[in-house]
């Protein structure tokens, strides 16, 4: 069975950083493209950043261009979300998912940020 655990969350101050990872057992985030999602409370999941399986193309969001980063170790069947310039707008539940636009598609639990000051 598929399972994806993210970590990484907490909280944090406007301005501050995390980095959020999600891993896998076996090779689905090595072999398919994977995306980042977020939910605020009482909003929509918003897609956030995805990946392709090589790493080559990414996409973001307009909201977090040019302050998050979307990478990938296959090695370590790993996908992060390196978040900086952190603002309370991005205060969320983040989840990691994958194979992204395939069939089946896995959530993993996701992990709180609070951006707070």
């Known amino acids: 069975q598929v399972q994806l655990v993210e970590s990484g969350g907490g909280l944090v101050q406007p301005g501050g950083s995390l980095r959020l990872s999600c891993a896998a057992s076996?090779?689905?985030?090595?072999?398919?493209?994977t995306a980042w999602y977020r939910q605020a409370p009482g909003k929509q999941r918003e897609l956030v950043a995805s990946?392709?399986?090589?790493?080559?193309?990414?996409y973001y969001v307009d909201s977090v261009k040019g302050r998050f980063t979307i990478s990938r170790d296959n090695a370590k069947n790993t996908v992060y979300l390196q978040m900086n310039s952190l603002r309370f707008e991005d205060t969320a539940v983040y989840y990691c998912?994958?194979?992204?636009?395939?069939?089946?598609?896995?959530w993993g639990q996701g992990t709180q940020v609070t951006v707070s000051s």
């Open positions: 998912n994958a194979p992204w636009g395939d069939y089946p598609s896995y």
């Open positions: 076996g090779s689905i985030l090595s072999r398919n493209a």
């Open positions: 990946i392709t399986s090589g790493g080559t193309t990414n």
